[in-house]
């Protein structure tokens, strides 16, 4: 059973622990936006995903590697166009690709269409991870599907859905 962030505080109102400041002296700055409240499930799915990856076996696997990991994954990706996907630099792109490597997680070979670039190629330990991953994930959308009903937590999945669509202007 994955375990949820106790949203139990000393008050009732949900966006309590966000207005606590943890130096006495500041002020807090008002209740979350929507990136304070989108951050904190994240986090936690990301807390799931390397707590099941490293009950695995997956030890060496850092927290680091997930953004390479993130869906729809790097297999078959360019370095270059997984750098600006993750809006990093080719270096720190490089750097993280070398580890995982070293790590037997993938492997860059030539791309078939361009000998002169590289692409991303999962090796079996690459591909396990993915599998551990996304059951990891299936898990606390389960247990949040629980929580909220299946029905508000369908209408979640949805909104998320909608808000991947381009925002006119």
Known sequence: MVKLLDSTAESTDPSSRFMKSAVPSQQPFGPPLIGALLRVPWEAVQQQMLARLHERGFDDFDPAYLPVFRYP??????????????????????????????????????????????????????????????????????????????????RLRDLLLELQQPIET
Do not use: M
């Open 73 to 154: 994954g790097p297999q078959g990706a360019r370095p270059t166009d997984l750098a600006a996907q993750l809006g990093i630099s080719k270096q720190a792109l490089n750097h993280l690709l070398r580890a995982l490597e070293r790590l037997g997680y993938l492997e860059r070979q030539p791309h078939p269409e361009d000998q002169r670039s590289k692409r991303i190629v999962l090796t079996e330990r690459g591909l396990a991870t993915v599998g551990v991953i996304r059951e990891a994930v299936a898990d606390i959308e389960a247990a949040w599907a629980e929580k909220l009903g299946p029905r508000r937590f369908a």
